[in-house]
């Protein structure tokens, strides 16, 4: 099975992508993380899309499709049953490369997940969120702290603001999503399988939400 889920940063998906691959035996393809892996690591690519991340410009879409074909080709060897898109598709062109590439594999998009969120909500998650630097997980300041202060619960890293978080990158990035990532949902939507989540809701409705609309599948898998 393969999930897209669209919204803009702040809205949940990373989380709501991460709750879904646990339980289903699916991997999560979150572009943003891979990137951002590939930078601490300082490896070549990492230090092509630095700068790149921190002005919340897009990563040229050659990088990104081969980052995301890697992934396809560990699910091809075995590693999971499908993924959960997170961050990807981000325009027409990768939008394209990914149906390309699933249906050179026999297969397609099942479920593209929109999660809606006010911009208030989103202010507000932005401006509190933090990011474990070593595993990813995602805590807020106010709603969701870790533990100990600023160690991560799940691997002990070192939990920091990221670096993308300054408004200017927030700003470029929502224009971004609005300009060029929620025209997909047309893209998609002519295929009867786009569906529309309240993403102002607490985490575990939204995720509820989610499982609703992928339930079917859950059961016939
Ligand atoms: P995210 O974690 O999804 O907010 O992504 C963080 C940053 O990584 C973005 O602001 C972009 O610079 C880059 N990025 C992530 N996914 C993509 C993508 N699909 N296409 C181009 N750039 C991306």
Do not use: W
């Not at 050659?62 to 959960?84: M, P, S, Y």
């Not at 509190?128 to 997980?137: D, E, K, L, M, N």
């Amino acid at each position: 099975m393969y999930i897209v889920l669209i919204g803009p940063q702040g809205s949940g998906k990373g989380t709501q992508a991460d709750r879904l691959v646990a339980s289903l035996d699916l991997m999560k393809i979150s572009t943003g993380e891979l990137f951002r892996a590939e930078r601490a690591a300082g490896t070549e690519l990492g230090n092509l899309v630095a700068g790149i991340l921190d002005a919340g410009e897009l990563v040229p879409d050659d990088v990104t499709i081969a980052i995301v074909e890697g992934r396809l080709k560990e699910i091809d060897a075995g590693a999971a049953h499908g993924a959960v898109f997170d961050g990807f598709p981000r325009n027409r062109g990768q939008a394209e490369a990914l149906d390309a590439a699933l249906s050179s594999r026999g297969s397609s998009i099942d479920h593209v997940v929109e999660i809606d969120i006010s911009e208030e909500k989103l202010i507000h998650r932005l401006s509190g969120r933090r990011v474990c630097t070593v595993c990813g997980a995602v805590y807020h300041i106010e709603t969701a702290p870790p533990a100990v202060d600023m160690i991560c619960d799940r691997c002990g890293g070192h939990v920091a603001q990221r670096a993308d978080d300054t408004p200017e990158s927030i700003h470029r990035r929502l224009s971004i999503f609005a300009e060029l990532t929620k025209p997909l949902l047309d893209y998609y939507s002519e295929r009867g399988i786009v569906s529309h989540v309240d993403g102002d809701q607490p985490m575990q409705s939204v995720e509820h939400a989610i499982r609703r609309i992928v339930q079917s599948e859950v059961g016939a898998s």
